[in-house]
């Protein structure tokens, strides 16, 4: 299956972007991550990128823009790019570092033009608990929050890995004094039992 999408740019001719399922890589490239991957040229009359694959056309649209352009325009190139693995995984830590809502939304548009796929985000108390509103941290965010989180990333082709601590590294649960009860040993706030 083969189709094109033709736009016209005006500056540098018509972007053409194609989707060809039979796109092929050189050989040593892992069949995992060939939908990833894309063809790129960029020729005075015109831009033309092709991939297996939504994503791939995505990838190389981030590639476009990343291209340093002159007064004269693009120069002409051509680019034949795949990933060496499946996964491009960005992981913030949940505790002290957690940007704030907006913040957030800029650096998985950095993370997206570097073609990071992955987001793996160590909550700990920074969403919203409704049935516990004590362990919630003041720039918790709410649900409706990590539902636009959510859908930002899948419109960039990240995926979500929310990673919530269990036994260890519970002291934002454990400095509670009513959950103190569920600590490994008695006054320290770090162990789940």
């Known amino acids: 299956m083969a189709f094109k999408v033709v736009q016209a740019s005006g500056q540098h001719g018509d972007i053409t972007l194609e989707l060809d399922r039979k796109l092929s890589f050189p050989s040593a490239v892992r069949d995992d991550v060939m939908d990833q991957?894309?063809?790129?040229?960029?020729?005075?009359?015109?831009?033309?990128?092709?991939?297996r694959d939504v994503r791939g056309l995505y990838y190389a649209l981030q590639t476009l823009r990343q291209i340093p352009q002159t007064a004269a325009g693009m120069p002409a190139?051509?680019?034949?790019?795949?990933?060496?693995?499946?996964?491009?995984?960005?992981?913030?830590?949940?505790?002290?570092?957690?940007?704030?809502?907006?913040?957030?939304?800029?650096?998985?548009?950095?993370?997206?033009?570097?073609?990071?796929?992955?987001?793996?985000?160590?909550?700990?108390?920074?969403f919203t608990f409704e049935r516990y509103p004590i362990l919630n941290h003041p720039s918790a965010f709410s649900k409706d929050q990590i539902r636009g989180l959510i859908a930002h990333m899948e419109e960039r082709f990240i995926t979500v890995v929310p990673r919530l601590d269990t036994l260890g590294h519970a002291d934002c649960y454990?400095?509670?004094?009513q959950f103190q009860h569920l600590a490994?040993?008695?006054?320290?706030p770090n162990e789940l039992c």
Do not use: Q
């Open 37 to 51: 991957g894309y063809k790129l040229d960029i020729r005075p009359e015109g831009i033309h990128a092709v991939a």
């Open 77 to 126: 190139c051509s680019i034949c790019d795949w990933p060496d693995m499946p996964w491009r995984i960005f992981h913030i830590p949940g505790d002290h570092n957690m940007p704030h809502y907006d913040e957030l939304l800029k650096l998985i548009d950095v993370l997206a033009g570097y073609k990071y796929n992955t987001f793996v985000m160590h909550y700990r108390d920074r």
């Open 184 to 188: 490994e040993l008695p006054g320290n």
């Open 174 to 177: 454990l400095r509670h004094k």
